[in-house]
């Protein structure tokens, strides 16, 4: 019985630690015009800070969705990576929040991928949302 208590006692800490260095990425757009101040489609990126990006990444595909109006195609660019910890405004350029009814929910999505390429490669992804405003 005690073997059992101490395997799986091992499970859960060796778990723990395996979810510990996911690849995860944080946005700020504090620094992003208005929808209403130019033209939406010609917006920069916000800028990113990039956490425990995967072995093997070369590129970086980036796209947003807005979780309220998911049939809207924001876009979103592709930035080779090269060991950086964050991704400046100007790396690509994609369709604005403009949410017409208030605030919506905006999603980015980080694809770390081995080629650049839309299909294979993909090592790892990785999420964040914010409202907007």
């Known amino acids: 019985m005690r073997k059992i208590i101490l395997l799986f006692s091992f499970c859960i800490a060796f778990s723990a630690t395996a979810n510990a260095g996911d690849f995860n990425i944080e946005f700020d757009w504090s620094n992003l015009k208005k929808c209403t101040s130019g033209n939406p489609n010609t917006v920069s990126n916000p800028t ?61 999505t980080a694809t770390a991928k081995s080629k650049k390429s839309a299909f294979g490669g993909t090592i790892e992804k990785a999420k964040a949302s914010k409202m907007y405003p």
């Not at 947003?64 to 195609?73: G, H, I």
């Not at 990576?81 to 964050?86: A, F, I, L, W």
């Open 48 to 108: 990113f800070t990039l956490n425990n990006v995967p072995n093997g990444t070369k590129w970086i595909h980036f796209k947003l969705v807005d979780l309220d109006v998911k049939s809207y195609n924001h876009g979103g660019g592709w930035v080779e990576y090269k060991g950086q910890s964050t991704i400046d405004p100007g790396a690509f350029k994609y369709k604005s929040p403009c949410p017409p009814n208030g605030k919506h929910k905006y999603e980015w």
